[in-house]
């Protein structure tokens, strides 16, 4: 499996978490709803800024995205929180929007999501 790019920095800035809690919530005639777990793990999202140093390292990870994981790919990652290594992949297979931070992308900057499953043992 293919490992995440150490040139590719998770900038805490922009650093979110979300989740699909998974569970089926039934509205009642009278009461309180009725609510049911769907599934045991769930689908967890880091919603993030990846910096870029160098015009290379933008080019590096687009010949990583579309060469190696092939868009759609999961690939292993240190969890940016907690340290845990995780396998993900990215949302929809899209890395977001290529921002320049200075001339001539030098520095540079894509916002996208990475998922992956959690299940209720890990850390993350």
Do not use: C
Request: overall charge neutral.
């Amino acid at each position: 499996m293919s490992s995440w790019p150490t040139y590719a920095e998770v900038r805490f800035a922009d650093y979110a978490e979300e989740f699909d809690p998974a569970v089926e919530r039934t509205e009642m005639e009278r009461g309180v709803p009725k609510q049911r777990l769907l599934n045991t793990d769930v689908l967890q999202t880091i919603i993030a800024s990846v910096q870029f140093r160098s015009a290379q390292a933008v080019a590096d990870f687009e010949a990583w995205y579309f060469n190696e994981i092939r868009r759609i790919g999961w690939f292993s990652m240190e969890h940016p929180r907690t340290g845990e290594l995780i396998r993900a992949r990215f949302q929809g297979g899209s890395i977001g929007r290529l921002q320049p931070l200075n001339t001539q992308f030098r520095f540079a900057k894509r916002d996208l999501v990475i998922e992956y499953v959690r299940s209720p043992d890990s850390a993350a």
